[in-house]
């Protein structure tokens, strides 16, 4: 069982100047996930009748991508390759002092405390339009194209990305290229996704920039602390792609 | 649509032309550190080899071209990195976290490429002022080889403790610059292999470590034994 300070973001709206506020709570389990310890803390506040403090989760098994806290200087927390409700408290110690903050990004403007909007994220994957695939009642079973090996991992490793934003929540430059290059992989690599993979990158980073994420810099921030481990690869075939696309297209 | 100004507009645009003059200044600095070891010849022997050197390489047709290229390329390069990279990007985020690990995710060099970049800016300034503007647009004594004596300008600067030490720092912070740059242009332009990532990684540390340490040996050993 611990005691801990909390030092969360509080911010009653979108419009609203926000501050950190510091709260208390006792007796957390380590068992618990760190959603769970908010969860307590919130019941703390509802009795007390004041405002919970407003944070995003759906699966709590790391697949949603909801989950979006940046504690203590990192998003997702200090364990790698972990959501925010895949963290546990056994990570912290008793007596600690735990900042609880939102993503930062001008594209990802707060909607209350610790909820940020992330449709920037939707816009960029619709911008990347269809695939043509025949769904007309003649569908060819994907296994029958033979796709090499790598290719098949590779794109399969690009698209378990769950769309969290930490990678742009971690990015000095609050740049969305891990996400994007993830989105464009997946679909790049595999010969359903080739048709249109010029329009696409074409248009997802056009759509990107238009959002007003920032411009990357290799920091490799992003791919350290994505919960999916998503690789610095997949930046350099986005800009491979991109660099093909607006030469030829 | 959005490929017309793909090539100029986009955020990637403005990474490749980065990478692009990066590299460039890249090659071009072993060219000038080729020259700068002849001053590391024996004083007799330096000052004709480094005089002849600076001749040929205000003279020769296809250096001069690529000098207007190199300018090009650091004035470029500049405006792009700092006016709208570094700028850009600081827009990107308004609100700053009150806790953030950034050590822990990234190496100092790869976020710190605006400053350490200004910095270069600043010593490229007083670099040319002190050297390029005197052989461009002052008198300068002759050699006995009747060739400008540019090796005479650059001993008398380097024998002045503050400028050899600027030039010396100036070093340190290109070596911190290129340790991340270096790297980082090649990814840019979407060559990242398993196979060849780990060579440029390491060409690129060898590169950032050796090519300003040469250059800032030259200063020092004229500065104590000249
Ligand atoms: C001889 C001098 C220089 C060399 C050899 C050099 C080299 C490089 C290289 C290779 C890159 C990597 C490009 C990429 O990531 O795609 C880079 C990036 C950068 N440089 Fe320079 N540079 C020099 C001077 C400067 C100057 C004078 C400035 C600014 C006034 C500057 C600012 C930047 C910035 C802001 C970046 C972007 C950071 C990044 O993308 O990682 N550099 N430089
Ligand atoms: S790339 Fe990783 S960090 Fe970024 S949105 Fe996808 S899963 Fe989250
Ligand atoms: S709540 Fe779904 S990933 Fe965390």
Redesign the interface.
Known sequence: MMNLTL?I?RQADAKSQGK?ETFKVTEISEHMSFLEMLDVLNEQLINEGKDPVAFDHDCREGICGACSL?I???PHG?DRAITTCQLHMRTFKDGDTI?I?PW????FPVIKDLVVDRTAFDRIMQSGGYVSVNTSGNTIDANAIPIPKEDADNAFDAATCIGCGACVA?C????AMLFVSAKVSQLALLPQGKVERQ?RV??M??Q??KE??????????CS??CPKEIS??N?????????M???T? | MAARSALLKSSLAKKYWMSLTGLFLCLFLIVHLAGNLTLLKDAADAGPAFNAYTEFMTSFPLIKISSYLLYFSILFHAIDGILILTRENKKARPVNYASNKAERNSIWASRNMGVLGTAIFIFIVLHMANFWFKYKFTDIAMDPGDLPDMYGIVVASFQEGWYTAVYVVSMIVLGFHLWHGFESAFQTLGINHHKYSPIIQGVGRFYSVVVPALFAIIPIYIFLNL
């Open positions: 030092k973001w950190m940046y203590n200087g990192q200090p900042y903050e930062r990004a001008k594209a971690a000095k430059n609050a740049s329009d074409l248009n980073v056009e990107m920039d007003g994420f920032g411009n990357c810099t290799n920091t490799g921030a350290i602390e610095l690869e930046i350099a075939r986005l800009n491979r792609e991109y660099l696309a607006s030469l297209k």
